[in-house]
């Protein structure tokens, strides 16, 4: 009986390894940002937002991969092991948006006539509250 937890105790360590690699976010700050020039910071901004966009399809495209694996997977056991399960592009989207936030409040700073961010998540009215 022993023998058969521990079997599949080891198993599921094994297949939680195999579920996608983790996620990479980049920092929102770094010391050197207020050194940096308007352009540059500009710049940084417009290559973030390509990366978010980029970051938004592959993140629709492994949702759209993950429930045909799992549909897959219904009749047969094997396709529930290529399923990516880590949300990996949702950590690494939402760093990108914490870091493009960071860099252009520094730009308004600067003035380099970069507006204030555009808040992306709105936060839900408590019940008995109105909303704005």
Known sequence: ???????????????SGCAGSGPNPVARFTPADEKRNCASL??????IKKDIAKKTSERTDKTYKNLTLGAAGVFLVVPWFFMDLKGKEAAETEAL???NAALRRV??????NE???IL?????PKTGEKAK
């Open 1 to 15: 009986m022993k023998k058969r937890i521990y079997a599949s105790v080891a198993f599921m360590f094994f297949v």
């Open 42 to 47: 500009k710049s940084e901004i417009k290559a």
């Open 97 to 99: 948006e914490r870091r």
């Open 107 to 112: 730009a308004f700073v600067k003035g380099c």
């Open 115 to 117: 507006p204030l961010p």
């Open 120 to 124: 992306t998540h709105q936060r839900k």
